[in-house]
């Protein structure tokens, strides 16, 4: 009993090499800055910090939708119990750290019949104990179990990550699809217009054809027309439910039906500042995650590198014991064992090597995939970036090819009412404004789109303080 404490000390203070490879981060495999030419803004001079979606979005619908995203998701919900399992294993790996103690009692009675006893009687036996003790505790000499808790931790801290980035996405992803759904109403909208003056000018070109002034040609080009828009219409009228379903999802929930009205062509969006600088990518939560899952790899070598070598393992106990529960404290019932074991490998069949060699190929796995996460996410950036520099003059030229289809197509009408032109130019006109209006709104949804991509790509925004 007395060397007992003098063992319990030396189980818990003892502590030997760390296996673990010295971890170096990988070089970021990207140049120093995003690209620049003729498809990016000039640069903007500033340090960069992130900027949360509440401040990113401006738009009120916005708000509340991604508000109600974020409370019923179910993909964001189990993403947030993994990471509860992750931190579980990471508390149930980081016990075997410390002696597990722990308090046994056991009694009992057995009787002998007397020809089975040794004295010829019988014999009517009790046995009665109290232990309190410890049971395989492993010395972690070598480092094993420090470095199977490192991998655990990391696993848990890129299971947070990848939560964080579930949750950025999530918040892109309803953005875009309400955005979506806004844009093709729009569309909807305007090809019903464009159908109801088609169905017009075929009413009156039906009567002219009666009159004697325009040709069966000219009705069967202006029912062309109708019918076209007619499809288009259904198409829109679809989309727009389909619109409904996929954000309906992403909320998890039903959509308000009581959502404020957005301005697509408004401030929907904080802009976005040029010339961020490259190391920005490191707030992104797909970067940090595979760096944790790197580290994760090399915690994993130095635990295969200590299985190399000796373990020891202890287990002690300490009570009392007495055939009568009365005598269970009384003087000369005391019990003790203490038995110190040690396993050293000698012959595995290349079990050991195979297995380090394993780790280390994870390992390299791990940085390849680290620096790949890198690289995917620098091309997503600069594209958002290219995207950004070019849709505002787009949407300019566009708007303008809207307005001089317009004035296109009065002219023709009035051409044609003159009998200056036949229908043929006047159908012409008519449906490049009905493309010209629809590449426009799809111009603002595109622009619109890639903004929200762009925050994504940059790990859920920035903000840009003047220097």
Not at 137 to 156: F, Q
Not at 276 to 294: F, T, Y
Request: proline share 4%; charged share 20%.
């Amino acid at each position: 009993m007395r060397h007992k404490p003098l063992l319990l000390v030396l189980a818990m203070t003892l502590s030997g090499c760390n296996l673990i490879p010295e971890y170096q981060q990988p070089d970021a495999p990207i140049p120093q800055a995003f690209p620049r030419g003729a498809a990016y803004e000039a640069p903007m001079a500033g340090n960069a910090a992130q900027i949360d979606w509440q401040a990113f979005f401006k738009d009120p619908a916005l708000h509340r939708l991604v508000d109600l995203a974020l409370e019923n998701n179910r993909d964001l919900r189990k993403a947030a119990l993994n990471v509860a399992a992750y931190r579980a294993q990471y508390r149930i790996q980081g016990s075997a750290l410390v002696p597990q103690l722990a308090v046994d009692g056991s009694g009992g009675r057995s009787r002998t019949p007397a020809d089975l006893s040794s004295t010829g009687q019988q014999v009517t036996s009790a046995d009665n104990s109290l232990q309190v003790g410890l049971t395989s505790y492993e010395l972690d000499v070598w480092g094993r179990i420090r470095s199977l808790d490192r991998n655990a931790l990391e696993t848990y801290l890129a299971s947070e990550e990848a939560q964080r980035s579930m949750r950025i996405g999530l918040v892109a992803d309803v953005a875009v699809a309400y955005l979506t759904w806004q844009t093709d109403r729009q569309l909807l909208a305007v090809t019903r217009s464009t159908l109801e003056n088609y169905r017009h000018n075929l009413e009156l070109i039906q009567a002219s054809s009666e009159a004697g002034t325009a040709s069966d040609l000219d009705v069967r080009q202006a029912r062309t027309l109708v019918d076209s828009a007619r499809g288009q219409v259904q198409a829109y009228t679809r989309q727009e439910a389909q619109d409904v379903n996929a954000l309906r999802l992403l909320l998890g929930t039903t959509i308000p039906s009581d959502l404020p009205e957005s301005n697509l062509e408004g401030q929907l969006m904080t802009e976005i500042p040029a010339g961020l600088p490259a190391n920005l990518l490191q707030q992104r939560p797909d970067i940090r995650a595979a760096e944790h899952q790197l580290l994760a790899a090399n915690a994993n070598i130095g635990a295969a590198r200590a299985a190399f070598f000796p373990s020891i393992t202890l287990t002690a106990s300490a009570g009392t014991a007495s055939s009568q529960l009365s005598g269970l404290f009384s003087g000369g019932s005391e019990t003790w064992s203490f038995i110190p074991q040690i396993h050293l490998p000698i012959f595995t069949g290349g079990r050991l090597k195979a297995s380090l060699d394993y780790a280390k190929i994870q390992k390299d796995i791990g940085v390849a995939n680290y620096e790949q996460t890198i690289q995917v996410s620098f091309r997503e950036v600069s594209d958002g970036l290219a995207a950004m520099g070019t849709w505002g003059e787009q949407l300019k030229s566009q708007q303008d090819l809207v307005r001089a289809t317009d004035e296109y197509t009065e002219m023709a009408l009035q051409r044609y009412e003159e009998g200056v032109d036949n229908y043929m130019t006047l159908l012409d006109a008519q449906r490049q404004l009905l493309s010209a209006r629809q590449q426009l709104l799809s111009g603002h949804l595109a622009k619109l789109t890639a903004q929200i991509q762009l925050y994504k790509a940059l790990g859920g925004g920035w903000t840009i303080t003047k220097t």
